[in-house]
């Protein structure tokens, strides 16, 4: 296998990166934590404190309080109030059941256009540590492994030169840093990149950073390369992923088996989902261990619930979606041309079975939310490709969707929605590919087919003269 | 290579292209993996949920990948992440991992050292309010954690705010979210306005921010910020047209009775605001899901046309988030989800176990609505039904 980056990878601790010391870090008690106030009042913000799931609103108030002294001791450079004009403005928010942000506001580093999104509050007077409040996209690690020296580093870098808050992660997949004023947007990126080697994420009309399952790294399911596939891809799109040419937003999302847990068939316009092309491998002396109750289904997917006695045929062969499957001599037995690879039973017996060995991926493209007209899935449109690096077969797949996209797609029309427009056939022909019944559930239910002139005998040039002569007027 | 602590860092903004370095990328995966992750990447042969929150995975090697996954904040502070680290420093060799949901996951080679992680977790729990900074559970059938957007922290079109609802929603969803006890796993999403960065069309239940209102039209303003064609294109209903304020000045109209309230038209153009306190209210969703399991992909469904938008405890919201929850948790099949469950029974069937009215804004009435449409005598009595036959005179 290839574990190979595209470049060197920096490799350093968090001492050789810190801008803080042992005694800056820890530099409140859980007394003063207990007591402390903050500059506003926030009873509804408040309420949210007790309850089993972690409150956002005690993380925040005690980093309030760390920031204040470190503020105190000028050694911030972004206001020590932030996180206190933050939950200010959001409890008159929850007061007056609406938000305080401006609308947008474009900044950005130098070169790229995107990245970052501009944020200005409405009640800067009231809460001036949140009157700039940009937020910085900075591109996640494929599925999302981290070592504490990375998130150290970026903690440090953040709560310098930023608000310290932060989502780990946006729905994007990005990490997302909340909240810094415009001059730190420079400095920042500089720092990402030279020093702690990350770059920022995409927003705004390009590719966004594509995002990946955990696959291979943890999941015995994973029918291709999942982190492999998506950081070359993301390596490959750097230009399209950072200066915005394309009508909308793009979105690769990369699912290593038709689970999907990254969602990509819904969240992405070009959506890579793993699949097998052989027999569903079998271990028969397995199966009769599910049979004989040796093993919990699902592998104790539903064991908070007694549910009975495992039945083989209630809980497997009769809600197999194409009745493939079934008992014959006490051996499973798969029909496996007819089997859809839904996952059902491997999911349910994950020790007697297993995908096959022929594996690759399915392209589906198209899917986006609402906006504007109604929410789409992503449209099956290659079934079986095989994705192995460098994958110049999907790379070409993809560069000429790209250029028919950006020549054909409207201001703001994501790659579904042009393809709505222009139907799947047409979409299909500029792809190079053969119409088929994979590509839609039902054929069309309505006659109203659009015939070119070129299918037609004779063409479309008519002479009505010609037509008279065999039919009076 | 240290940070910099220089006002502007690196930065010199006479020559800005000096020792600027574009284009990296993320960092590569490979050093971010656990011993254990990289040395039985791709071989792994089956996997177990020991207990709500743990998963063993084993390697045709003969290794076993223990996880402890944790409900998490996906708004946190750099003191949260600081003590995430510790603990990963000091349990699972300074590696960890968030999911897609936002859970945070530790990965250690041994049972035992899953009893020390899960003893010291336990013990972490916020000194205001005694909230658990990382309970344990999220696996299986129940409710792992919800995925959700910015509302009032970020965005500037939020109708809600999202994570005080996630905070309500999974103090009262919680003891699904540590047991295993439903059909199936329910996933629960939320976005705070109907862009839904959080994608939760395809969830099983998903709670939508939505504004009642056509926008405010901010006429004094608008001929200088508003590139007023790209705001009337915008309009998927042609609401909006062109025209001219008393003082002469170039502005819009509305035709009031064909806005659907998307707000595309505030993305375009600033002095078109949507915001409401009083009209701003949740949407709530049922019956999608991603995943290609027996059955395939599906939307989501309204199901609740409206709930209040009552910060930042939303009481309405978790009460019907639980009611649908615990009407399916009777009532479907092993391995059904909400959506499969409602497609057995019938949606007539799910909205009387749920006790959910069905009201005029659950008939779709937008392009293609004709598609939801039943066109069959194939249906199932429940009061609903009678209360037409009723309207009808239908009965003696
Ligand atoms: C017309 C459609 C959309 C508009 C106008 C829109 C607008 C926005 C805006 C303004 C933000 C910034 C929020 C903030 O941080 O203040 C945002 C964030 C985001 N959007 Fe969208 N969005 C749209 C569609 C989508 C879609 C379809 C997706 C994903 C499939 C998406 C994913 C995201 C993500 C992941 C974020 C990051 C914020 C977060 O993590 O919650 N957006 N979007
Ligand atoms: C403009 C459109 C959209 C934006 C900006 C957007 C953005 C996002 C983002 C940022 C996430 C978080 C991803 C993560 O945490 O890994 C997300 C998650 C999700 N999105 Fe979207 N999304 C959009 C459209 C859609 C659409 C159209 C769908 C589905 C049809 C969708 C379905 C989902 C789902 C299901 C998730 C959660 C995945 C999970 O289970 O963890 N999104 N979306
Ligand atoms: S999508 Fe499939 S391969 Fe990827 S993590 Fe989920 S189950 Fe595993
Ligand atoms: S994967 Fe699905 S379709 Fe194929 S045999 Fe199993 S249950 Fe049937
Ligand atoms: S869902 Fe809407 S309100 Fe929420 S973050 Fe996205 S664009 Fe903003
Ligand atoms: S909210 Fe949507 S439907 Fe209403 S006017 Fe604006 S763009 Fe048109």
Known sequence: MAFEPKRPQKTYTYDDVRLFTDEELKNYTAEEEKNFKIKHDIPLLEKLESGPWPSFVADAKR????????????????????????????????????????????????????????????LAAKYPGVAHFHT???????????????????????????????????????????????????????????????????????????????????????????????????????????RPAFPYKFKFKFDGCPNGCVAS???????????????????QDAVQGYINGEFPPGGGSHSGKDWGKFDIYAEVIDRCPTGCMSLEGGELVIDNPNCTRCMHCINTMPRALRPGVETGVSLLFGAKAPILEGAQMSVLVIPFMKAEPPYDNVKEMINKMFEWWMDEGKNRERLGETIQRVGLQRFCDIMGLPPAPQMVKEPRTNPYIFWKEEDVPGGFERDINDYRSRHAR | MALSKDRLGRFNPDKHMEGRVTDIGPRHYWQFFPPVIQNNYGKWAYHEILEPGVLVHVSETGDKAFTVRCGGMRFMTVDFV?????????????????????????????????????????????????????????????????????????????????????????????????????????????????????????????????????????????????????????????AISPAKTEDGLKTVKLKVERCMFCG???????????????????????????????????????????LPNNHPLFPEVVEATKQVLNAYAADARKYERIGDWAQRIGWEKFFEKCNLPFTEHLIDDYRLAYDTYRTSTQFKYTEAAWAVTRAAEGEE
């Open chain 2, 264 to 306: 595309n038209c505030y993305t375009m153009c600033p002095a078109l605001p949507l915001a409401d306190g009083q009209g701003d209210c949740v949407v709530m969703m049922a019956g999608g899901k991603v995943s290609n399991r027996i059955s395939m992909p599906t939307f989501s469904k309204v199901v609740i046309p409206y």
């Open chain 1, 63 to 122: 980093y309030a309080l760390r920031r204040r002294k470190l503020g105190e001791e000028g050694k911030l450079l972004i206001s020590p109030d932030v996180v206190e004009d933050l939950l200010g403005q959001v409890e008159l928010s929850f007061v007056h059941g609406e938000t305080h942000w401006k609308h947008g506001g474009i900044v950005g580093v130098i070169g790229y256009g995107g990245g970052v999104i501009g944020r200005y509050s409405d």
């Open chain 2, 82 to 238: 600081r003590e995430l680290c510790d603990i990963a420093d000091r349990f699972s060799d300074g590696y960890v991992r968030f999911t897609t949901r936002n859970n945070i996951e530790f990965i250690v080679d041994s049972l035992e050292k899953v009893e020390a992680l899960k003893a010291e977790l336990a013990k972490h729990t916020f000194a205001i309010g005694g909230s658990l900074k990382f309970p344990v559970g999220g696996t299986g059938a129940g409710v792992t954690n919800i995925v959700h957007t910015q509302g009032f922290i970020h965005c500037h079109t939020a109708a809600v705010d999202a994570s005080s609802m996630v905070k309500a929603l999974m103090d009262g969803l919680f003891e699904h979210f540590t047991s295993m006890d439903l059909p199936a796993q329910v996933r629960v999403s939320m976005a705070c306005c109907l862009n839904m960065c959080g994608a939760v069309h395809c969830s099983d239940i998903a709670l939508l921010g939505y504004h009642r209102k056509p926008p405010a039209i901010d006429h004094e303003v608008l001929h200088k910020i508003c590139e007023i064609p790209l705001a009337i294109a915008s309009c998927p209903t042609a």
């Open chain 1, 136 to 242: 910085v996209r900075v591109a996640q690690v494929p599925s999302k492994f981290y070592n504490t020296a990375f998130l150290r580093g970026l903690a440090d870098l953040w709560e310098y030169r930023g608000s310290g808050m932060l989502n780990l992660h946006g729905s994007t997949g990005d990490i997302i840093l909340l909240g810094t004023f415009t001059e730190q947007l420079e400095p920042l990126f500089q720092e990402l990149t030279q020093v702690l080697d990350v770059d920022l994420g995409g927003s705004g009309s390009n590719l966004r950073t594509p995002e990946c399952c955990l696959g291979k790294a943890r999941c015995q399911y994973a029918l291709y390369d999942t982190q492999e596939m998506c950081y070359e891809m993301t390596m490959h799109y750097q230009d399209e992923l950072h």
């Open chain 1, 265 to 283: 068939i819904a969240r992405a316009d070009l959506s890579f989902i793993g699949t097998w092309c052989d027999d569903i491998r079998i271990d």
